[in-house]
């Protein structure tokens, strides 16, 4: 086990040998993560195991937790997401190699011959944000009650639209005919 996390590695010689990696790593580390927090404070809990499937396939097993400063897309203000995501990805050289790996697999692609592990996890952290962060209604300081959908006409206002013909004014620009 080791708390020191590679910028790149070896899948196949790691996952022969069995490797696990844990530790914290920076949120500020992670330039496309930082792009869409609103504070790069803090830091990420992971846990990286290597190992073989029965297919000899070299699997990448792990799991990532941090607390993400993000903004509240109803009211604005800052919201500290938990964000936790659990991953099970198999290494892959080519595209075409992901469609015979079994559905709970996820591919990776290892580029070169290696994969960047803070990319790794910086993608898993991005992919649990969901698309439109939000504070739970009862905390949020906009009123989602006041935010219901309500009707913009009358019924009867409605009716007198559908009854107008919408071309009526046309036939006054019409010009009159003088015999």
Same mark, same amino acid.
């Given at each position: *086990? ?6 790149? +590695?070896?899948?196949? @010689?790691?996952?022969?040998?069995g ?10 580390? *992670? ?12 830091? &990420?809990?992971?846990?990286? +195991?290597? !190992?073989?499937? !029965?297919? @000899?396939?070299p @699997?990448?097993? !792990?799991?990532?937790?941090? +607390? ?11 919201? /500290?997401?938990? &964000? $936790? ?6 290494? %892959?050289?080519?595209? $075409?190699?992901? +469609? ?5 697999? /996820? ?7 290696? %994969?960047?592990?803070? $990319?790794?996890?910086?993608?898993e952290?991005?992919?649990? %944000? ?7 209604? &009862? ?7 006041? *935010?219901?959908? #309500? ?9 007198? #639209? ?9 036939? $006054?620009l ?6």
């Amino acid at each position: *086990m080791s708390s020191r996390l590679p910028d790149f +590695v070896d899948p196949w @010689r790691l996952s022969d040998l069995g490797k696990r990696f844990t530790g914290e790593l920076e949120l500020r580390r *992670m330039p496309r993560l930082v792009n869409v927090l609103s504070n790069s404070g803090g830091s &990420a809990a992971f846990d990286l +195991v290597f !190992g073989r499937d !029965g297919k @000899r396939r070299p @699997r990448i097993k !792990g799991r990532v937790r941090a +607390v993400l400063a993000l903004q509240c897309q109803r009211c604005l203000e800052p919201l /500290d997401y938990p &964000a $936790e995501a659990s991953f099970d990805l198999a290494v %892959i050289e080519v595209d $075409e190699e992901a +469609v015979s790996l079994p559905d709970e697999v /996820d591919p990776v692609i290892a580029t070169e011959g290696r %994969i960047g592990l803070r $990319e790794l996890l910086e993608e898993e952290l991005l992919l649990a %944000i969901p698309q439109i962060p939000r504070h739970e209604a &009862a905390v949020c300081k906009v009123d989602v009650s006041a *935010m219901q959908s #309500t009707p913009i006409a009358s019924e009867s206002r409605q009716k007198e #639209t559908a009854e107008a013909n919408p071309f009526a004014v046309l036939s $006054e620009l019409k010009p009159t005919d003088k015999n």
